[in-house]
């Protein structure tokens, strides 16, 4: 049986929790986009490609 741990360093929960933070991540760039942001910012706090932060505002 799967303990905690274990199940934590699951090919499968790693998966989920990277996409997961991802979605978060993506969620709250027009929030900073509203607090007068630039793209560049939000990519750098967010640890996020400027590529990736320009496709999720369009």
Do not use: C, H, P
Request: hydrophobic share 40%; aromatic share 6%.
């Amino acid at each position: 049986m799967f303990g905690l741990t274990e199940w934590q360093q699951t090919r499968f929960y790693q998966e989920v929790k990277k996409e997961t933070e991802l979605e978060t991540k993506l969620k709250t760039i027009s929030k900073l986009l509203n607090e007068g942001l630039t793209v560049e910012q939000i990519a750098r706090i967010l640890e996020l490609d400027i590529e990736v932060v320009k496709q999720a505002i369009q």
